[in-house]
Protein backbone atom coordinates (compact mmCIF):
# COMPACT_ATOMS: atom_id res chain seq x y z
CA UNK A 1 0.00 0.00 0.00
CA UNK A 2 1.11 3.35 -0.64
CA UNK A 3 2.14 5.79 2.05
CA UNK A 4 -0.52 8.47 2.54
CA UNK A 5 -0.60 12.14 1.84
CA UNK A 6 -1.81 14.50 3.81
CA UNK A 7 -4.03 17.35 1.77
CA UNK A 8 -1.45 20.33 3.63
CA UNK A 9 1.99 18.88 1.86
CA UNK A 10 0.60 19.98 -1.53
CA UNK A 11 -0.29 23.53 -0.44
CA UNK A 12 2.65 26.40 -0.84
CA UNK A 13 4.08 27.15 2.45
CA UNK A 14 2.60 30.38 3.50
CA UNK A 15 5.79 32.26 3.65
CA UNK A 16 5.59 32.43 -0.31
CA UNK A 17 3.76 35.69 -1.05
CA UNK A 18 0.18 35.79 -2.70
CA UNK A 19 0.98 38.07 -5.59
CA UNK A 20 -1.20 38.31 -8.39
CA UNK A 21 0.33 35.94 -11.20
CA UNK A 22 -0.41 35.54 -15.07
CA UNK A 23 -1.94 33.06 -16.73
CA UNK A 24 0.41 30.35 -17.46
CA UNK A 25 2.16 30.97 -14.14
CA UNK A 26 -0.02 30.09 -11.47
CA UNK A 27 -1.40 27.48 -12.87
CA UNK A 28 1.77 25.46 -14.10
CA UNK A 29 2.59 23.03 -11.75
CA UNK A 30 6.29 23.58 -12.71
CA UNK A 31 6.08 26.75 -11.56
CA UNK A 32 4.18 26.27 -8.41
CA UNK A 33 6.90 24.03 -7.33
CA UNK A 34 9.16 25.78 -8.62
CA UNK A 35 7.83 28.51 -5.98
CA UNK A 36 8.01 26.04 -3.06
CA UNK A 37 11.58 25.24 -3.83
CA UNK A 38 12.83 29.04 -3.88
CA UNK A 39 11.02 29.64 -0.37
CA UNK A 40 14.05 28.41 0.97
CA UNK A 41 17.84 29.55 0.89
CA UNK A 42 20.21 28.13 0.56
CA UNK A 43 18.43 26.46 -2.16
CA UNK A 44 19.38 22.40 -0.88
CA UNK A 45 19.36 20.97 -4.99
CA UNK A 46 21.27 23.58 -6.33
CA UNK A 47 24.34 21.75 -7.24
CA UNK A 48 22.50 18.67 -8.04
CA UNK A 49 20.35 21.08 -10.65
CA UNK A 50 19.49 20.25 -14.53
CA UNK A 51 20.30 22.96 -16.14
CA UNK A 52 16.97 23.94 -18.30
CA UNK A 53 14.87 24.27 -14.69
CA UNK A 54 17.36 27.54 -13.97
CA UNK A 55 14.88 29.53 -16.11
CA UNK A 56 11.70 28.80 -14.25
CA UNK A 57 13.63 29.06 -10.49
CA UNK A 58 14.80 32.46 -11.98
CA UNK A 59 10.98 33.17 -12.65
CA UNK A 60 9.78 31.92 -9.56
CA UNK A 61 12.59 33.88 -7.61
CA UNK A 62 12.13 37.90 -9.68
CA UNK A 63 8.49 37.43 -9.21
CA UNK A 64 8.41 36.42 -5.64
CA UNK A 65 10.93 38.60 -4.34
CA UNK A 66 13.73 36.19 -3.53
CA UNK A 67 16.83 38.06 -4.07
CA UNK A 68 19.23 35.89 -2.37
CA UNK A 69 17.97 32.97 -4.32
CA UNK A 70 18.80 35.03 -7.27
CA UNK A 71 22.23 35.59 -6.13
CA UNK A 72 23.21 31.74 -6.30
CA UNK A 73 21.64 31.10 -9.27
CA UNK A 74 23.28 33.38 -11.13
CA UNK A 75 26.41 32.65 -9.27
CA UNK A 76 26.03 29.00 -11.06
CA UNK A 77 24.22 29.64 -14.43
CA UNK A 78 25.04 27.18 -16.72
CA UNK A 79 24.32 29.34 -20.03
CA UNK A 80 26.02 32.07 -21.21
CA UNK A 81 23.24 34.20 -21.88
CA UNK A 82 20.87 35.44 -18.78
CA UNK A 83 18.19 38.01 -20.89
CA UNK A 84 15.58 39.51 -18.25
CA UNK A 85 12.73 39.99 -20.75
CA UNK A 86 13.24 36.56 -22.01
CA UNK A 87 13.29 34.80 -18.68
CA UNK A 88 10.42 36.62 -16.83
CA UNK A 89 8.22 36.59 -19.71
CA UNK A 90 6.75 39.77 -21.05
CA UNK A 91 7.52 43.75 -20.63
CA UNK A 92 4.31 43.95 -18.06
CA UNK A 93 5.26 41.61 -15.75
CA UNK A 94 8.67 43.75 -14.89
CA UNK A 95 6.40 46.34 -14.40
CA UNK A 96 4.38 45.15 -12.34
CA UNK A 97 6.90 43.62 -9.57
CA UNK A 98 9.02 46.18 -9.68
CA UNK A 99 12.38 44.66 -7.56
CA UNK A 100 15.31 46.78 -6.81
CA UNK A 101 16.59 44.28 -4.50
CA UNK A 102 16.35 41.94 -7.08
CA UNK A 103 18.04 43.23 -10.23
CA UNK A 104 20.33 44.43 -7.65
CA UNK A 105 21.35 40.76 -6.66
CA UNK A 106 21.34 39.81 -10.39
CA UNK A 107 24.20 42.74 -10.64
CA UNK A 108 25.97 41.82 -7.62
CA UNK A 109 26.24 38.52 -8.67
CA UNK A 110 28.17 38.68 -11.41
CA UNK A 111 30.14 40.97 -9.81
CA UNK A 112 31.33 38.18 -7.32
CA UNK A 113 31.66 36.00 -10.11
CA UNK A 114 34.08 37.84 -12.07
CA UNK A 115 35.77 39.08 -8.88
CA UNK A 116 36.35 35.19 -8.40
CA UNK A 117 37.66 34.54 -11.98
CA UNK A 118 40.36 36.93 -11.88
CA UNK A 119 41.63 36.01 -8.42
CA UNK A 120 41.39 32.70 -9.61
CA UNK A 121 41.51 32.16 -13.35
CA UNK A 122 40.52 28.61 -14.32
CA UNK A 123 39.64 27.50 -10.80
CA UNK A 124 36.38 28.77 -10.16
CA UNK A 125 33.63 25.63 -9.57
CA UNK A 126 30.79 27.04 -9.44
CA UNK A 127 30.19 26.18 -12.82
CA UNK A 128 29.10 29.36 -14.24
CA UNK A 129 28.99 30.26 -17.82
CA UNK A 130 27.64 33.48 -18.41
CA UNK A 131 29.10 35.94 -20.55
CA UNK A 132 26.60 38.47 -21.72
CA UNK A 133 23.97 39.72 -18.97
CA UNK A 134 20.55 41.66 -21.25
CA UNK A 135 18.84 43.75 -18.85
CA UNK A 136 17.14 45.77 -22.23
CA UNK A 137 13.56 46.57 -21.60
CA UNK A 138 13.27 47.20 -17.79
CA UNK A 139 10.69 49.44 -17.50
CA UNK A 140 10.76 52.50 -15.60
CA UNK A 141 9.46 52.15 -12.27
CA UNK A 142 9.34 56.18 -11.08
CA UNK A 143 9.61 57.19 -7.53
CA UNK A 144 6.73 56.73 -5.57
CA UNK A 145 5.12 54.38 -7.30
CA UNK A 146 6.54 51.57 -5.63
CA UNK A 147 8.62 51.60 -2.64
CA UNK A 148 11.29 48.60 -4.28
CA UNK A 149 10.95 49.41 -7.71
CA UNK A 150 14.02 50.17 -9.74
CA UNK A 151 13.99 53.38 -11.97
CA UNK A 152 15.95 53.11 -15.04
CA UNK A 153 18.22 56.61 -13.64
CA UNK A 154 19.19 54.20 -10.90
CA UNK A 155 19.50 51.05 -12.85
CA UNK A 156 21.53 52.78 -15.16
CA UNK A 157 24.22 54.05 -11.76
CA UNK A 158 23.92 50.62 -10.52
CA UNK A 159 25.26 48.70 -13.50
CA UNK A 160 28.18 52.11 -13.73
CA UNK A 161 29.28 51.35 -10.27
CA UNK A 162 29.15 47.58 -10.87
CA UNK A 163 31.55 48.28 -14.08
CA UNK A 164 33.77 50.60 -12.46
CA UNK A 165 34.29 48.25 -9.31
CA UNK A 166 34.95 45.31 -11.45
CA UNK A 167 37.41 47.42 -13.47
CA UNK A 168 39.24 48.73 -9.92
CA UNK A 169 39.60 45.24 -8.61
CA UNK A 170 41.32 44.37 -12.42
CA UNK A 171 43.60 46.96 -11.67
CA UNK A 172 44.60 46.18 -8.06
CA UNK A 173 44.87 42.27 -8.87
CA UNK A 174 47.44 43.10 -11.53
CA UNK A 175 49.28 45.19 -9.23
CA UNK A 176 49.16 42.74 -6.62
CA UNK A 177 50.72 40.22 -9.27
CA UNK A 178 53.29 43.09 -10.09
CA UNK A 179 54.68 43.27 -6.70
CA UNK A 180 54.81 39.11 -6.34
CA UNK A 181 56.93 38.89 -9.56
CA UNK A 182 59.54 41.30 -8.54
CA UNK A 183 62.34 42.77 -10.92
CA UNK A 184 62.08 44.08 -14.91
CA UNK A 185 59.66 41.85 -16.17
CA UNK A 186 57.09 41.57 -13.02
CA UNK A 187 54.59 43.99 -14.82
CA UNK A 188 54.85 41.87 -17.95
CA UNK A 189 54.40 38.28 -16.20
CA UNK A 190 50.86 39.89 -14.37
CA UNK A 191 49.75 41.20 -17.32
CA UNK A 192 50.11 38.13 -19.33
CA UNK A 193 48.47 35.92 -16.77
CA UNK A 194 45.32 34.84 -18.58
CA UNK A 195 42.25 37.23 -17.91
CA UNK A 196 39.09 35.81 -17.82
CA UNK A 197 36.47 36.45 -21.12
CA UNK A 198 34.17 38.51 -18.71
CA UNK A 199 30.91 39.29 -19.22
CA UNK A 200 28.99 42.28 -21.52
CA UNK A 201 26.34 44.03 -20.14
CA UNK A 202 23.47 45.17 -22.95
CA UNK A 203 21.56 47.78 -21.22
CA UNK A 204 19.62 50.82 -21.91
CA UNK A 205 21.19 54.01 -20.14
CA UNK A 206 19.56 56.90 -19.45
CA UNK A 207 22.07 59.99 -17.86
CA UNK A 208 21.31 63.47 -16.38
CA UNK A 209 23.77 65.75 -14.63
CA UNK A 210 23.61 63.69 -11.77
CA UNK A 211 24.84 59.91 -13.26
CA UNK A 212 26.85 61.88 -16.06
CA UNK A 213 29.93 61.24 -14.32
CA UNK A 214 29.86 57.35 -12.92
CA UNK A 215 28.46 56.36 -16.41
CA UNK A 216 31.39 58.35 -18.48
CA UNK A 217 33.90 56.82 -16.06
CA UNK A 218 32.00 52.97 -16.41
CA UNK A 219 32.19 53.52 -20.22
CA UNK A 220 35.74 54.88 -20.58
CA UNK A 221 37.94 52.14 -18.10
CA UNK A 222 35.26 49.69 -18.35
CA UNK A 223 35.48 49.70 -22.23
CA UNK A 224 38.28 46.44 -22.54
CA UNK A 225 37.63 45.38 -18.90
CA UNK A 226 36.06 42.13 -17.21
CA UNK A 227 32.45 44.22 -17.31
CA UNK A 228 31.15 45.99 -20.29
CA UNK A 229 28.56 47.97 -20.72
CA UNK A 230 26.88 47.69 -24.40
CA UNK A 231 24.21 50.16 -25.08
CA UNK A 232 21.39 49.76 -27.22
CA UNK A 233 18.81 52.75 -26.06
CA UNK A 234 20.50 55.87 -25.00
CA UNK A 235 18.90 59.06 -23.18
CA UNK A 236 20.25 61.94 -22.11
CA UNK A 237 18.06 64.82 -20.11
CA UNK A 238 19.71 68.39 -19.53
CA UNK A 239 22.99 67.01 -20.23
CA UNK A 240 25.64 69.92 -21.59
CA UNK A 241 27.39 69.77 -25.29
CA UNK A 242 30.61 68.47 -24.24
CA UNK A 243 29.09 66.15 -22.17
CA UNK A 244 26.81 64.50 -24.73
CA UNK A 245 29.64 64.74 -27.13
CA UNK A 246 31.78 62.72 -24.33
CA UNK A 247 29.35 59.84 -23.93
CA UNK A 248 28.58 59.06 -27.53
CA UNK A 249 31.93 58.50 -28.33
CA UNK A 250 32.44 56.35 -25.22
CA UNK A 251 29.72 54.31 -26.58
CA UNK A 252 30.15 50.72 -28.42
CA UNK A 253 28.88 51.41 -31.81
CA UNK A 254 27.44 47.95 -32.87
CA UNK A 255 24.75 47.59 -30.25
CA UNK A 256 23.35 51.14 -30.68
CA UNK A 257 19.32 51.50 -31.87
CA UNK A 258 17.79 54.89 -30.29
CA UNK A 259 19.65 57.83 -29.21
CA UNK A 260 17.12 60.45 -27.06
CA UNK A 261 18.58 63.94 -26.33
CA UNK A 262 15.61 65.82 -24.02
CA UNK A 263 15.46 68.92 -23.40
CA UNK A 264 18.92 70.40 -24.10
CA UNK A 265 18.29 73.80 -26.08
CA UNK A 266 21.11 72.56 -28.70
CA UNK A 267 19.24 74.38 -32.02
CA UNK A 268 20.45 74.45 -34.98
CA UNK A 269 24.30 75.00 -34.09
CA UNK A 270 24.10 72.66 -31.15
CA UNK A 271 22.77 69.43 -33.81
CA UNK A 272 25.32 70.70 -35.90
CA UNK A 273 28.00 69.15 -33.27
CA UNK A 274 26.37 65.99 -32.37
CA UNK A 275 24.35 64.71 -35.11
CA UNK A 276 28.14 63.87 -37.35
CA UNK A 277 28.85 61.63 -34.03
CA UNK A 278 25.97 59.55 -34.77
CA UNK A 279 27.32 58.01 -37.99
CA UNK A 280 29.34 55.68 -35.89
CA UNK A 281 26.61 53.58 -35.45
CA UNK A 282 25.62 51.84 -38.11
CA UNK A 283 22.14 50.51 -36.31
CA UNK A 284 21.17 53.82 -35.32
CA UNK A 285 16.98 53.21 -36.34
CA UNK A 286 15.48 55.84 -34.10
CA UNK A 287 16.34 59.68 -33.44
CA UNK A 288 14.25 62.12 -30.61
CA UNK A 289 15.17 65.37 -30.42
CA UNK A 290 12.73 66.90 -28.73
CA UNK A 291 12.81 70.24 -26.94
CA UNK A 292 16.36 70.82 -28.96
CA UNK A 293 14.71 74.62 -29.59
CA UNK A 294 15.05 74.88 -33.28
CA UNK A 295 13.32 77.75 -34.49
CA UNK A 296 13.23 78.60 -38.43
CA UNK A 297 10.21 80.50 -39.05
CA UNK A 298 11.87 83.29 -40.09
CA UNK A 299 14.33 82.54 -42.50
CA UNK A 300 18.06 83.64 -42.17
CA UNK A 301 21.19 82.69 -44.20
CA UNK A 302 22.54 81.51 -40.97
CA UNK A 303 19.29 79.10 -40.55
CA UNK A 304 19.06 78.49 -44.38
CA UNK A 305 22.76 77.11 -43.99
CA UNK A 306 21.85 75.53 -40.77
CA UNK A 307 19.07 73.60 -42.20
CA UNK A 308 21.31 72.09 -44.89
CA UNK A 309 23.83 71.26 -42.28
CA UNK A 310 21.19 69.51 -40.71
CA UNK A 311 19.51 67.47 -43.32
CA UNK A 312 22.85 66.49 -44.37
CA UNK A 313 23.77 65.06 -41.52
CA UNK A 314 20.37 63.28 -41.17
CA UNK A 315 20.98 61.38 -44.31
CA UNK A 316 23.99 60.31 -42.95
CA UNK A 317 22.22 57.86 -41.19
CA UNK A 318 20.82 54.72 -43.28
CA UNK A 319 19.36 52.88 -40.96
CA UNK A 320 17.35 56.10 -39.12
CA UNK A 321 13.37 54.85 -39.66
CA UNK A 322 12.57 56.94 -36.39
CA UNK A 323 12.34 60.78 -36.37
CA UNK A 324 10.93 62.83 -33.03
CA UNK A 325 11.74 66.60 -33.79
CA UNK A 326 8.94 67.68 -31.09
CA UNK A 327 8.65 71.43 -30.32
CA UNK A 328 10.57 72.81 -32.74
CA UNK A 329 9.20 75.49 -34.83
CA UNK A 330 9.88 74.48 -38.85
CA UNK A 331 7.61 76.42 -40.29
CA UNK A 332 7.46 75.81 -44.25
CA UNK A 333 11.15 73.80 -43.67
CA UNK A 334 10.00 70.13 -43.54
CA UNK A 335 10.92 69.12 -46.91
CA UNK A 336 14.76 70.69 -46.72
CA UNK A 337 14.97 69.05 -43.36
CA UNK A 338 14.44 65.53 -44.72
CA UNK A 339 15.07 65.37 -48.07
CA UNK A 340 18.75 63.74 -47.72
CA UNK A 341 16.99 60.65 -45.62
CA UNK A 342 17.80 57.47 -47.41
CA UNK A 343 14.95 55.54 -46.70
CA UNK A 344 11.49 56.10 -45.81
CA UNK A 345 10.46 57.21 -42.37
CA UNK A 346 8.22 54.68 -40.48
CA UNK A 347 7.76 56.73 -37.29
CA UNK A 348 7.46 60.76 -37.64
CA UNK A 349 6.77 62.75 -34.01
CA UNK A 350 6.17 66.62 -35.06
CA UNK A 351 4.08 67.38 -32.33
CA UNK A 352 4.19 71.30 -31.84
CA UNK A 353 6.43 72.20 -34.79
CA UNK A 354 4.27 74.95 -36.01
CA UNK A 355 3.97 72.86 -39.31
CA UNK A 356 2.12 74.97 -42.39
CA UNK A 357 -0.23 73.21 -45.24
CA UNK A 358 3.10 73.37 -47.46
CA UNK A 359 4.75 70.59 -45.29
CA UNK A 360 2.17 68.23 -44.83
CA UNK A 361 1.52 68.57 -48.52
CA UNK A 362 5.13 67.13 -48.77
CA UNK A 363 4.82 64.69 -46.68
CA UNK A 364 1.40 63.26 -48.34
CA UNK A 365 3.51 63.43 -51.92
CA UNK A 366 7.20 61.98 -50.14
CA UNK A 367 8.29 58.43 -50.06
CA UNK A 368 7.71 58.93 -46.13
CA UNK A 369 3.62 58.67 -46.51
CA UNK A 370 3.08 55.53 -46.95
CA UNK A 371 5.44 54.01 -44.85
CA UNK A 372 4.32 55.72 -41.94
CA UNK A 373 3.40 53.60 -38.97
CA UNK A 374 3.54 56.48 -36.25
CA UNK A 375 2.85 59.33 -36.68
CA UNK A 376 2.40 62.32 -33.66
CA UNK A 377 0.96 66.30 -35.37
CA UNK A 378 -0.40 67.02 -31.76
CA UNK A 379 -0.05 71.01 -31.25
CA UNK A 380 -1.47 72.06 -34.63
CA UNK A 381 -4.53 74.23 -35.48
CA UNK A 382 -6.54 71.60 -37.72
CA UNK A 383 -9.61 74.00 -37.19
CA UNK A 384 -8.33 76.50 -40.36
CA UNK A 385 -6.22 75.60 -43.54
CA UNK A 386 -3.99 72.47 -42.10
CA UNK A 387 -7.33 70.42 -42.04
CA UNK A 388 -7.45 69.34 -45.62
CA UNK A 389 -3.78 68.64 -46.01
CA UNK A 390 -4.10 66.69 -43.12
CA UNK A 391 -6.67 64.54 -44.72
CA UNK A 392 -5.06 63.85 -47.58
CA UNK A 393 -2.11 63.05 -45.89
CA UNK A 394 -4.26 60.45 -43.94
CA UNK A 395 -5.56 58.64 -47.28
CA UNK A 396 -1.75 58.44 -47.97
CA UNK A 397 -0.98 56.25 -44.93
CA UNK A 398 -4.00 54.25 -44.57
CA UNK A 399 -2.57 51.06 -45.13
CA UNK A 400 0.63 51.66 -42.78
CA UNK A 401 -0.86 53.54 -40.19
CA UNK A 402 -1.13 52.19 -36.53
CA UNK A 403 -0.50 55.16 -34.26
CA UNK A 404 -2.15 58.61 -34.71
CA UNK A 405 -1.88 61.16 -32.40
CA UNK A 406 -3.42 64.49 -33.27
CA UNK A 407 -4.12 65.81 -29.50
CA UNK A 408 -4.70 69.17 -28.41
CA UNK A 409 -5.33 70.26 -32.30
CA UNK A 410 -8.52 72.53 -31.69
CA UNK A 411 -10.75 70.32 -33.71
CA UNK A 412 -14.82 70.74 -33.03
CA UNK A 413 -17.41 68.22 -33.97
CA UNK A 414 -17.77 69.60 -37.81
CA UNK A 415 -13.55 68.72 -38.23
CA UNK A 416 -13.69 65.55 -37.27
CA UNK A 417 -16.63 65.03 -39.03
CA UNK A 418 -14.57 65.87 -42.53
CA UNK A 419 -11.64 63.46 -41.28
CA UNK A 420 -14.14 60.19 -39.80
CA UNK A 421 -14.42 58.50 -43.59
CA UNK A 422 -10.50 59.03 -43.97
CA UNK A 423 -9.90 57.72 -40.23
CA UNK A 424 -12.22 54.46 -41.09
CA UNK A 425 -10.17 53.40 -44.21
CA UNK A 426 -7.05 53.15 -41.97
CA UNK A 427 -7.54 49.77 -41.15
CA UNK A 428 -4.53 48.72 -39.47
CA UNK A 429 -5.12 51.50 -36.96
CA UNK A 430 -4.24 50.25 -33.33
CA UNK A 431 -4.13 53.48 -31.44
CA UNK A 432 -6.14 57.42 -31.76
CA UNK A 433 -5.08 60.23 -29.64
CA UNK A 434 -7.90 63.35 -29.76
CA UNK A 435 -7.24 64.59 -26.08
CA UNK A 436 -7.70 68.15 -25.59
CA UNK A 437 -10.06 68.65 -28.43
CA UNK A 438 -13.19 70.43 -28.68
CA UNK A 439 -15.62 67.44 -29.30
CA UNK A 440 -19.30 67.09 -27.66
CA UNK A 441 -20.46 63.65 -26.23
CA UNK A 442 -22.60 62.96 -29.60
CA UNK A 443 -19.43 63.40 -31.65
CA UNK A 444 -17.58 60.95 -29.51
CA UNK A 445 -20.28 58.36 -29.65
CA UNK A 446 -20.38 58.92 -33.31
CA UNK A 447 -16.61 58.31 -33.56
CA UNK A 448 -16.75 55.18 -31.71
CA UNK A 449 -19.86 53.36 -33.45
CA UNK A 450 -18.14 53.85 -36.76
CA UNK A 451 -14.72 53.10 -35.46
CA UNK A 452 -15.71 50.03 -34.43
CA UNK A 453 -15.21 48.20 -37.66
CA UNK A 454 -11.28 49.06 -37.36
CA UNK A 455 -10.00 45.47 -36.05
CA UNK A 456 -7.32 46.47 -34.58
CA UNK A 457 -8.15 49.67 -32.60
CA UNK A 458 -7.25 49.09 -29.23
CA UNK A 459 -6.99 52.80 -27.10
CA UNK A 460 -8.97 55.09 -27.55
CA UNK A 461 -7.51 58.51 -25.76
CA UNK A 462 -10.60 61.04 -25.80
CA UNK A 463 -10.96 64.47 -24.85
CA UNK A 464 -13.57 66.12 -21.59
CA UNK A 465 -16.59 66.36 -23.64
CA UNK A 466 -17.49 70.44 -24.29
CA UNK A 467 -20.67 69.84 -23.01
CA UNK A 468 -19.55 68.64 -19.79
CA UNK A 469 -17.93 72.27 -18.70
CA UNK A 470 -19.58 74.25 -16.63
CA UNK A 471 -20.72 77.50 -18.03
CA UNK A 472 -18.35 79.71 -16.05
CA UNK A 473 -14.81 81.76 -16.79
CA UNK A 474 -11.65 79.10 -16.82
CA UNK A 475 -9.80 79.36 -13.11
CA UNK A 476 -6.42 79.38 -12.51
CA UNK A 477 -4.93 76.16 -11.29
CA UNK A 478 -3.64 75.59 -8.11
CA UNK A 479 -0.08 76.92 -7.71
CA UNK A 480 0.17 78.52 -11.38
CA UNK A 481 0.25 81.80 -12.63
CA UNK A 482 -0.45 80.90 -16.32
CA UNK A 483 -2.25 77.95 -16.63
CA UNK A 484 -6.02 77.68 -16.32
CA UNK A 485 -8.50 75.17 -16.45
CA UNK A 486 -11.86 74.73 -17.17
CA UNK A 487 -14.43 74.29 -14.44
CA UNK A 488 -15.78 70.61 -14.94
CA UNK A 489 -19.63 69.63 -13.92
CA UNK A 490 -18.89 65.76 -12.62
CA UNK A 491 -22.40 64.61 -13.04
CA UNK A 492 -22.24 65.62 -16.62
CA UNK A 493 -18.93 63.76 -17.29
CA UNK A 494 -20.12 60.51 -15.26
CA UNK A 495 -22.91 60.11 -17.37
CA UNK A 496 -21.00 60.76 -20.99
CA UNK A 497 -18.35 58.55 -20.10
CA UNK A 498 -21.58 56.01 -19.01
CA UNK A 499 -22.93 56.16 -22.14
CA UNK A 500 -19.61 55.77 -24.15
CA UNK A 501 -19.12 53.06 -21.62
CA UNK A 502 -22.14 51.26 -22.31
CA UNK A 503 -21.72 51.70 -26.17
CA UNK A 504 -18.57 49.61 -25.54
CA UNK A 505 -20.08 46.87 -23.80
CA UNK A 506 -22.85 46.47 -26.40
CA UNK A 507 -20.33 46.18 -28.95
CA UNK A 508 -18.80 43.08 -27.62
CA UNK A 509 -15.37 44.61 -28.13
CA UNK A 510 -13.82 43.89 -24.71
CA UNK A 511 -10.12 44.61 -26.58
CA UNK A 512 -11.21 47.97 -26.89
CA UNK A 513 -10.15 50.91 -24.58
CA UNK A 514 -11.88 54.38 -24.45
CA UNK A 515 -10.37 56.69 -22.05
CA UNK A 516 -10.74 60.52 -21.01
CA UNK A 517 -6.74 60.01 -18.92
CA UNK A 518 -3.92 60.90 -21.22
CA UNK A 519 -1.11 59.14 -18.88
CA UNK A 520 -1.29 55.70 -17.32
CA UNK A 521 -1.28 53.53 -20.36
CA UNK A 522 1.85 52.19 -22.74
CA UNK A 523 2.40 54.50 -25.92
CA UNK A 524 2.93 51.95 -28.34
CA UNK A 525 7.13 52.71 -28.82
CA UNK A 526 8.52 52.16 -32.96
CA UNK A 527 10.11 48.86 -31.82
CA UNK A 528 6.95 47.36 -30.39
CA UNK A 529 5.06 48.40 -33.69
Not at 239 to 259: K, M, N, T
Amino acid sequence: MAPSRSRSSTRIPPCIPKRQLPPGYSDSLLFLCARRIVAHHPLPILPALPAHLYPILFQAAFLDGRPLVLRDLVAAWPFPVLNFQRLVGRRELLRDHPCKLCVQAVILAVVAQLRRELEEPGRDSSGCRLRVLDVTGVPDDPAGRAPDGMSVWSGTVALAKACVEVSKHQREFLRRGSKRHKGRSGAATAAAAPQPPGVDVHADLFVNGTSYGILRDALQTGATGPLRLKCREFQAEKLSLAGIVSLLESLDPSCVRRVDLRFRNLGLTGLSVILPHLSRFPELRSLKLQYSNVDVRRPTPESAIGIRCLAGQLGMLPSLRELNLGSSRLSGNLRQILCDLQAPLESLELAFCSLVPADLAFLSQSFHAPALKRLDLSGHDFSQGLLEPLRLLLEETSASLLHLDLMECRMADSHLDALLPTLRRCSRLRFLGLYGNSLSTAALKDLLQKTLELPDLHLVVYPFPVDCYKPEPPRRVPGSRRIYEEPMDGERLAAATAEISQLLANSGRTDLVWTYNPYGHGALDYFSL
